[in-house]
């Protein structure tokens, strides 16, 4: 492939890259990951509601891997709230897997930013064929699109298996008992989504310009490699 083509996959490779870099540090401090309703059981069983007025006991709530915020509901008008993990909720939540799920997504953002100064690097500079060429690109990719799938693994553990929505609205609730209706992901989940498919596209990128796949060798390059054996 002719040089300059060369240098404008790279480009638009560390292009991309630089986006999902800027995705994921919006996603991290916006509270758009999970929208969520949920149900008063106890107001609707001691007025015993029924049919349309279990409207009444309806409540939503929308939060991030920091803070969220959202309205309750018990027959007694909406009441909205605010809420924080740190230091709110450490007793509430899984500690281990949200504080694992923000980490992973710091070494999301770093590991994309290096691999958009790579891809640069690439295209206009001299790379060393092991850590800038594109061995390091494949590596690089590989291990960006993996955190990004361990962050929503993670986080979609917390909240599916861990019940992490009826965790929260039920903290510090002594009189009512909430249980989640419905769970959504919402904008900065899919953000993650987007960059790990990103990460991966790069990979096919830095095929299409003409690289190999990490331990996949040509017949001629076996060939070479046997001669110059024989040789020595």
């Not at 999902?20 to 919006?26: D, E, I, M, N, S």
């Not at 699109?145 to 599916?160: H, N, R």
Request: proline share 3%; glycine share 8%.
């Amino acid at each position: 492939m002719p040089s300059q083509q060369k240098k404008v996959i790279f480009c638009m490779a560390g292009l991309l890259s630089f986006v999902c870099a800027l995705g994921v540090v919006t996603a991290l401090g916006t509270p758009l990951w999970i929208k969520a309703t949920f149900f008063c059981k106890t107001g609707a069983l001691l007025v015993n509601a029924s049919g349309q007025e279990l409207d009444k006991f309806m409540g939503e709530m929308q939060y991030g891997l920091f803070h969220g915020r959202g309205r309750e509901s018990c027959g007694l008008g909406a009441r909205p709230f605010r809420f924080s993990f740190f230091p709110n909720l450490l007793k509430a939540i899984p500690v281990s897997i949200h504080v694992n799920v923000i980490l992973f997504s710091i070494i999301l953002v770093v590991l994309t930013m290096v691999g958009t100064a790579f891809f640069m690097y690439n295209a206009f500079g001299k790379p060393f064929e092991t850590l800038h060429g594109p061995l390091g690109l494949y590596l690089l990719s590989f291990i960006s699109g993996s955190c990004g799938c361990l962050v929503m693994i993670l986080f979609a553990s917390e909240v599916k298996i861990h019940h992490l929505s009826e965790k929260i609205a039920n903290y510090n609730e002594g009189t009512y008992a909430y249980k989640t209706q419905s769970e959504k992901y919402t904008t900065s989940f899919w953000v993650v989504f987007i960059c790990f498919f990103v990460h991966f596209l790069n990979g096919l990128l830095i095929r299409l310009a003409g690289f190999q796949f990490p331990f996949a060798k040509s017949k001629d390059t076996e060939t070479t490699n046997v001669a110059a054996d024989l040789m020595y």
